[in-house]
């Protein structure tokens, strides 16, 4: 069964510093994988997703993601943040099973605060 | 488009009681599922279904009951609700394609 570790549970930024969340997942077979955004009090939103094709996906407020198949990580960057985007961000895997996927499982997310 | 609809978004209940958690999509999506979210425990998969007439366990299924007897609903029975299940509540749907989920905006339950 699949399983995705996201290595930080919070990260402090400063307005317009760059940032990195990672996640780790592993599974014996193709996988799809995605990043899910929840601000607070509200549903989790897609924020990208990777399945199949260029390894590096990019969101349209400036978030990109590569899939690194070798290390296993589909890490969540951003070069500049803005307060706006303080929200608890989730990494989660899907198992690619020929007809179809099944049984998205999620990280226990990382909380981004970005201070002025 | 409503997309998924969850009812109701409170409730309160005693150690015992029974309750449902509705959810219902119009997309006419396969897959549907229940999470439950905890803090730092992130979302954890109750149940899922790939179509009607089709259920099958998560990672934490017990004191929980579904069933899907159309495509477009998939209740959550709680039978005899415990402390422990005092939690937000996520119903969400897609195609089994993508795994790709849309999600309702949640239920939060509080078990006294």
């Known amino acids: 069964a699949q399983s995705v570790t996201q290595l930080d549970s919070q990260v402090p930024v400063f307005e317009e510093a760059p940032v990195e969340l990672r996640c780790n997942y592993s599974?014996?077979?193709?996988?799809?994988l995605f990043w899910y955004v929840q601000y607070p009090n509200q549903g989790l939103q897609l924020l990208l997703k990777?399945?199949?094709?260029?390894?590096l996906v990019k969101s349209i407020n400036g978030f990109e993601a590569e899939f690194n198949k070798s290390q296993t990580s589909f890490h969540l960057r951003k070069p500049s943040v803005h307060i706006s985007d303080t929200a608890e961000y989730f990494c989660?895997?899907?198992?690619?099973?020929?007809?179809?996927?099944?049984?998205?499982?999620f990280g226990k997310g990382t909380k981004l605060t970005v201070n002025p | 488009n409503a997309g998924v609809t969850q009812t109701p978004k409170f409730q309160v209940l005693k150690t015992g009681q029974s309750m449902t958690l509705q959810c219902a999509q119009d997309?006419?999506?396969?897959?549907m599922s229940w999470y439950r979210q905890d803090p730092g425990m992130g979302l954890r998969l109750i149940h899922y279904?790939?179509?009607?007439?089709?259920?099958d366990q998560g990672e934490v299924p017990n004191g929980y009951n579904v069933s899907r007897s159309t495509t477009e609903d998939f209740p959550l029975r709680l039978l005899s609700a415990a402390p422990s299940q005092t939690s937000v509540y996520f119903c969400?749907?897609?195609?089994?394609?993508?795994?790709?989920?849309?999600f309702g905006e949640g239920s939060r339950l509080t078990v006294l």
């Open positions: 969400a749907s897609s195609t089994l394609f993508t795994g790709e989920l849309f």
């Open positions: 599974s014996s077979v193709s996988v799809y």
């Open positions: 990777y399945l199949s094709g260029s390894t």
């Open positions: 989660a895997v899907s198992e690619w099973r020929g007809g179809g996927s099944e049984k998205l499982v």
């Open positions: 997309m006419n999506h396969e897959y």
């Open positions: 279904s790939v179509g009607a007439g089709i259920t």
